[in-house]
């Protein structure tokens, strides 16, 4: 079992719909839980942070967080074609050094 | 821009010669991480440094790839005698002790070896 899983996609979606991505990870002494996106080519950009279980909501995206269910989502609301890239989720335990244990990642499209 | 700085951002090498590649993080930043990062898969972590000690060493990584952190600023990583499969996207990361453990990654440096 990988550390942290993601449905590889693609995942493709009609533009200004709901985009809902999720990511698993097994380490239960993790604090920290990220989202980043990744344009091909490029580095990863921070989209999302979350630290406590709930709802997080930050402008289009909003992550939820359920420790108990060691599970982290992300919706991205509106979705425009520009959202179109490969979003990361990155679980951090501060016992760890505070490294990132990444997925493999989730493709989305949005189609216009 | 994130304020972290690699260069070079690309480099092709042919095997066998020896790559150093710079990261530059954010100036009050005292951890900093390298990462490597091949097409299709997350990003995997090489090391990491406080300051300019060496805390962690991934045990997946060969005795050919070396990092140095110098009085805790900048940092070098280097791979001696490449191999094709060290070709991959090499990223760097800075963050702050305390606060939110948020990263912020450098452009990366993406190497070829042919």
């Known amino acids: 079992q990988k550390e942290v899983e993601q449905n590889s996609g693609p995942l493709s979606v009609p533009e200004g719909a709901i985009a809902s991505l999720n990511c698993t990870y097994s380490?239960?002494?993790?604090?920290?839980f990220f989202w980043y996106r990744q344009y091909s080519g490029k580095s990863p950009e921070l989209i999302m942070s979350?630290?406590s279980n709930g709802d997080k909501e930050d402008g289009r995206f909003t992550a939820q967080l359920n420790k108990a269910s060691q599970y982290v989502s992300l919706l991205i609301r509106d979705s425009q074609p520009s959202d179109s890239a490969t979003y990361l989720c990155a679980v951090m335990n501060a016992g760890n050094n505070r490294k990132l244990i990444w997925g493999l990642g989730t493709s989305l499209a949005v189609n216009p | 821009d994130t304020g972290v700085s690699q260069n070079p951002r690309h480099k092709i090498t042919k095997r066998g010669q020896n790559v150093t590649f710079r990261c530059d993080p954010i100036?009050?930043?005292?951890?900093l991480y390298w990462y490597r990062q091949t097409l299709g898969q997350g990003p995997e972590f090489l090391t990491y440094?406080?300051?300019?000690?060496?805390?962690?060493k991934s045990r997946l990584l060969s005795d050919r790839f070396s990092a140095e952190r110098p009085k805790g600023s900048f940092s070098t990583l280097e791979i001696q005698r490449t191999e094709q499969g060290d070709s991959a996207m090499y990223l760097c990361a800075s963050s702050l002790t305390g606060g939110a453990n948020i990263q912020y990654f450098g452009a990366g440096t993406r190497l070829s070896v042919l």
């Open positions: 380490d239960r002494g993790s604090q920290s």
């Open positions: 440094f406080q300051n300019e000690a060496q805390l962690e």
């Open positions: 100036s009050e930043h005292n951890r």
């Open positions: 979350i630290y």
